[in-house]
């Protein structure tokens, strides 16, 4: 496609309910991140994605996160037993190359999710 | 610790009057950084790096590692710059993640 796509774009959920997010990079990039994005804040690091291979899940705030891209393209977040505090928008993003080259991150138009 | 401070929510100008949004960082090593905006209901996107030293859309940054700055500068705001911005830094050192700023709204008035 032309750019990373996210869906759903718009997700609302039950606290206690499990949701998964999906990621579609640009074709052929190499590098895939997920962004948390609360509400008047920047956007924080989740994990970042080599092909398949995540290279980096520092940034997942429990263990209730979890991200996987098995086949090294599409890319899905799930989180489990959803909290209040897991409302955000949740971002994708995808660059071209690998670490320490300088390629820019594209972003995707977010996953909004509201749990009640 | 790696982070980015956008001291300002809010920088409203008159059309026509110079732009600075500011940006400090703190890292300890050799950062890249980035300016990222986003227009309303649209996504975020790159405006400009500082590696480039180019000049996108008017908007200029230049990195001062003396005052661990990077300040977005324009001489002349045009309505149409109205939008959130982002100051981002990426960490060669520790994976390719970038570190975002709070962001800044500006707001450009006729």
């Known amino acids: 496609g032309a750019g990373v796509s996210q869906s759903p774009r718009y997700k609302v959920a039950k606290r206690g309910q499990d949701v998964a997010l999906r990621c579609d990079p640009i074709?052929?990039?190499?590098?895939l991140f997920w962004y948390q994005q609360a509400l008047g804040q920047g956007p924080e690091f989740l994990t970042y994605f080599q092909n398949e291979a995540q290279l980096d899940k520092s940034g997942l705030p429990s263990d209730r996160f979890f991200a996987e891209r098995p086949e090294g393209s599409v890319s899905t977040l799930k989180i489990q037993r959803t909290q209040q505090e897991d409302s955000a928008v949740y971002l994708c993003a995808s660059s071209s190359t690998e670490v320490r080259r300088n390629q820019p991150q594209h972003f995707g138009d977010g996953t909004r999710l509201s749990i009640l | 610790a790696q982070r980015v401070t956008q001291p300002e929510k809010l920088l409203s100008v008159f059309k026509g009057a110079p732009v600075e949004l500011k940006c400090n960082y703190s890292y300890s090593g050799s950062p890249e950084l980035f300016w990222y905006v986003q227009y309303s209901r649209q996504r975020l996107q790159l405006l400009l790096r500082?590696?480039s030293r180019e000049s996108i859309k008017g908007f200029t940054a230049d990195l001062n590692k003396g005052e661990t700055s990077f300040h977005l500068k324009k001489p002349f705001a045009q309505e149409e710059d109205s939008a959130m911005y982002y100051c981002a830094l990426r960490d060669l050192e520790y994976g390719n993640k970038l570190v975002f700023g709070a962001g800044t709204i500006l707001r450009v008035k006729s």
């Open positions: 074709s052929g990039h190499v590098s």
């Open positions: 500082h590696i």
